[in-house]
């Protein structure tokens, strides 16, 4: 195995550029190292020793952060909104507002959102294509069937495709009228659970994800952050290198 990291996973961890800006920049020509200009995608540095500059400005290593956010409904899941309503990063202390975040969550919906300066790890975590985990606690209007739960484990055709859960259970303390549900899928399409109840005519009254791969939102305040143990971090790297082999 070649030693070293690769230069643009370095320059995302920095916080320079995502990991696709941050291959534009090198193949532009605007990153050196060592004073030498670098135009090779697959180059690997050394982050100690090695002197890494972007248009004449070094770059700095930084350590790599996980944080663990419970967004409260009526924020989204992006740094900038067009219609000005209220971002997680504004959650969040200025330091830590360049962290990219893993899976969003739309603008009515609570609970975990992973945040990271490893930009190409929370990319596979992302991916559908590697099936991590995501696991919500739905309240939803109406009755769900044990056929209506059979059917959300077959699979619910959708207009992008067909959606399945790869585990539903019900749960107690639902408000009248309602039906209150734990479902775990392994995609993040966009409002993916809640378009699979509305296929069974039950639509989401509350949706919190509670789970994010090996992380679970706990007990953590809406609105409040924390950093991840070591323990989660472990995982979720595991999980990152599953991912990439």
Known sequence: MAEGVRLQKVLSQAGVASRRQAEELI???????????????GTRVDEKRDRIEVDGARVEA???VWLALHK??????TRRDPQGRPTIYELLPDGMRRLFHAGRLDF?????????NEGEVANRL???RYGTEREYEVEVRGEVSVAG???????????????RAE????LAGAAPGCARLRVTLKEGR????????????????????????????????????????????????????????
């Open 126 to 128: 992302m991916h559908p």
């Open 72 to 77: 409260p409904a009526g924020y989204v899941t």
């Open 62 to 64: 930084r350590p790599v």
């Open 167 to 170: 585990e539903v259970k019900r």
């Open 27 to 41: 193949r532009s020509g605007r990153v050196r190292v060592n004073g030498a200009p670098v135009t090779e995608l």
């Open 149 to 163: 739960m059979r059917r959300l484990k077959q699979g619910v055709e959708l207009d992008d495709g067909p959606a």
């Open 190 to 245: 966009k409002r993916e659970v809640r378009r699979m109840f509305a296929a069974l005519g039950c639509p989401v009254a509350r949706l919190v994800r509670v789970r994010y791969g090996p992380v679970r939102l706990g007990d953590l305040a809406p609105g409040r952050w924390r950093r991840l143990t070591e323990n989660e971090r472990l995982a979720l790297s595991a999980l990152g290198r599953e991912a990439a082999s």
């Open 108 to 116: 009515e919906s609570e609970g975990l959102v992973l945040l990271t």
